[in-house]
């Protein structure tokens, strides 16, 4: 690993993901995978993302891990109450 480990980046993955040469989206998903599973649980991984994408996708806006962090930022589900019959009328 030759990433600089943060708050940002732990394990310093997301750093290391832009200095391979030739790296795939394929390859950049299962990194921002290992890379989410890193963060705290109560952290707010697109607040964390975003700090990421200034840090490293402004520079590199073509690279794929850039693409990668863009996607689904903010489209978090919130969660819904499912199914039961409360409410409704019988």
């Known amino acids: 690993m030759t990433g600089t480990p943060d708050t940002l980046d ?7 993901s832009y200095r ?3 790296i ?10 290992d ?8 952290g707010d991984t697109d607040t964390a993302r975003l700090g990421l ?3 490293h996708g402004t520079a590199h806006p073509d690279h794929p891990m850039t693409a990668v962090l863009h996607e689904g930022l903010g489209t978090q589900a ?13």
């Open 10 to 16: 732990p394990k310093g993955l997301i750093a290391d």
């Open 20 to 22: 391979i040469e030739g």
């Open 24 to 33: 795939t989206a394929g390859e950049c998903r299962s990194i921002f995978l």
């Open 35 to 42: 890379w989410a599973l890193s963060l705290p649980v109560d």
């Open 53 to 55: 994408i200034a840090r």
């Open 78 to 90: 919130r969660p819904r109450r499912r199914g039961g019959w409360r409410g409704r009328a019988r």
